[in-house]
């Protein structure tokens, strides 16, 4: 079974510039994550999919981030215009939906450079 | 709202020694709890979890945490580190009704020296 994909796996843009990193979950898992991670600090949460529908988006820093995920399966995350302070490594999750708390499986992470 | 707080950034530890990664939550209704582990280049893989099952972990590796309600803790043990365990350790808590979103500590990276 595939694990969660992440395209690209990097990326250095200019400030200023859009950048599209997409995810593609195991397939069945209708949950979907998205986590950012800047460097040295904690990974924090931005949003979660149930299949096509945003449940919480709680952590989008602002409106320079969209999140789509079209038919429930992939997503896209995509920053417009990227800042200095959007450098990190952003990771998708994926789960399915169960009784108790799931297991989220994280894909490898797409690492930005934001110069 | 909850939060997690992982001792020490760095741990090193000779091989064949106890492994212990330190984790305290915050939360104000019974937590989940994770571990998970990055290698480098890869992604976080879970190692183990907490859902008020047993009260003692055990996970993948050789690893396991026990949950401490009254020190709110949730630290990860291993008897005898291997080279291999060489990586990152996340803790992480959600809460139930909370989206299963997770909450992460900043990490602890274990080194194992020869």
């Known amino acids: 079974e595939a694990g969660v994909t992440q395209f690209p796996s990097h990326s250095v843009i200019e400030k200023g510039q859009t950048v599209t990193l997409r995810c593609d979950p195991i397939?069945?898992?209708?949950?979907l994550y998205w986590y950012r991670r800047v460097m040295g600090k904690e990974i924090k949460f931005l949003l979660h999919?149930?299949?096509?529908?945003?449940?919480?988006e709680s952590g989008m820093p602002n409106n320079r981030f969209l999140a789509e995920r079209t038919g429930g399966t992939y997503s896209t995350l995509k920053v417009q215009p990227a800042e200095l302070e959007d450098s990190g490594v952003y990771f998708c999750?994926?789960?399915?939906?169960?009784?108790?708390?799931?297991?989220?499986?994280f894909g490898p992470g797409t690492r930005l450079l934001v110069l | 709202a909850q939060s997690v707080t992982q001792l020490g950034s760095h741990v090193s530890v000779s091989e064949g020694a106890l492994v212990l990664l330190r984790c305290n939550y915050s939360?104000?209704?019974?937590?989940?709890l994770f571990w998970y582990v990055q290698y480098p280049n890869q992604g976080l893989q879970l190692l183990l979890k907490?859902?008020?099952?047993?009260?003692l972990v055990k996970g993948i590796n050789g690893f396991e945490a026990e949950f401490k309600k009254s020190e709110t803790s949730f630290h990860l043990t291993k008897p005898s580190a291997h080279m291999s365990d060489a990586a990152e350790y996340f803790c992480?808590?959600?809460?139930?009704?909370?989206?299963?979103?997770?909450?992460f500590g900043t990490g602890t990276q274990l080194k194992v020296e020869l």
């Open positions: 999750a994926s789960s399915q939906t169960q009784g108790v708390q799931e297991t989220q499986y």
């Open positions: 397939s069945g898992h209708d949950n």
């Open positions: 999919f149930v299949k096509e529908s945003k449940q919480d």
């Open positions: 939360s104000s209704v019974p937590p989940y």
């Open positions: 907490y859902t008020s099952a047993a009260t």
């Open positions: 992480a808590v959600s809460q139930a009704g909370g989206g299963n979103k997770l909450t």
